[in-house]
């Protein structure tokens, strides 16, 4: 693996460490602020913390950036309007482990997706990294006891969740198309601000529609950590590790949310790990490194093994 690859990797783990951490803070929430006004509080802390940073990039690049306004448009709606807010839409309605199953979903559309648009090979180690990933994933919601999943009913919240993961893989897509004359920090910094433009009259009409929020420290504390780790941070993490190995492989990485979800609940809420974790665990982490890894490296191991037997054959018969 080379440097670029162990880079993108590692911001991608990065990326999905933080919304980890997204989940977990927002998880009392729900109650405490209105769907809409979550996302929109996000972005708005998000962009004052990057202004600094990205304003001076973002002028430079003005030019090209009026030149792909339509290409920004459609990222900024799937990526930061519509993606974040139907999560805490759904939410509202739905149980947390219809959420999880729910949400796993978004790095398989990412193949599907990339496989119908850029012809991307799906190869036999993607299927099976994807099927143990799943497995392991759903153990691990599950707790083990996978006859639960029986008793699953779906409901508005569930059909929101399934389109919040349609929204996210496209917003995935999507970035590798990013124009190179874009810097990362003018590009981010410009679909936040589009995105919250959109977002702007769907959060004055549940403004005028909600009772106030009532904030205190514990409200602040968190829209400031999902402002700045889970959307500005994550959210370069994430890009930048698409354009170094691409949406498929990092959409895999996403599938260890629920490893760090885990061990984060265990250090700060002191929730029990015991063995199905350790083995959701296992087969989560072998899923992702059998499904990113390379066909081309496989098959030129194979060919130089089958050199290697034609050689010694050949001496052997001489």
Request: with cysteine.
């Amino acid at each position: 693996m080379n440097n670029k690859s162990i880079i993108g990797y590692s911001l991608a783990l990065g990326a999905t460490a933080l919304w980890s951490g997204n989940f977990i803070v927002a998880r009392g929430l729900s109650d405490a602020i209105p769907p809409v006004t979550l996302a929109f509080l996000r972005w708005i802390v998000a962009i004052i913390i990057f202004t600094p940073f990205a304003f001076r990039q973002t002028a430079k690049d003005w030019k090209i950036i009026k030149n792909n306004i339509s290409y920004l448009i459609v990222l900024s709606i799937f990526g930061v309007t519509v993606f974040n807010t139907l999560m805490y839409i759904a939410g509202q309605t739905t149980t947390a482990l219809n959420l999880s199953l729910i949400s796993i979903t978004f790095p398989i559309f990412i193949i599907v997706i990339s496989r119908i648009i850029f012809l991307e090979r799906f190869t036999l180690f993607k299927l099976i990294g994807i099927l143990l990933v799943v497995f392991g994933v759903i153990l691990i919601i599950t707790k083990g006891e996978l006859s639960t999943l029986k008793d699953l009913t779906f409901n508005i919240g569930d059909f929101w969740m399934l389109l919040a993961a349609i929204s996210f893989a496209a917003y995935s897509i999507l970035i590798k198309r990013k124009p190179k004359e874009i810097g990362i920090y003018s590009f981010q910094y410009a679909s936040f601000i589009i995105g919250v433009i959109l977002l702007l009259p769907f959060y004055i009409y549940e403004y005028l529609q909600t009772p106030s929020v009532e904030f205190n420290s514990e409200i602040i504390i968190s829209i400031f950590y999902i402002g700045i780790c889970a959307s500005l941070i994550a959210f370069i993490f994430w890009n930048k590790a698409i354009l170094l190995i691409g949406p498929s492989k990092s959409g895999m990485i996403y599938y260890s949310l629920p490893l760090f979800s885990g061990t984060l609940a265990w250090i700060i809420l002191n929730e029990k790990i015991g063995m199905i974790h350790f083995i959701s665990g296992v087969l989560i982490i072998s899923g992702i490194l059998i499904s990113n890894y390379n066909i081309d490296l496989f098959l030129s191991f194979k060919n130089k093994v089958l050199r290697k037997v034609i050689y010694r054959k050949r001496k052997k018969d001489n």
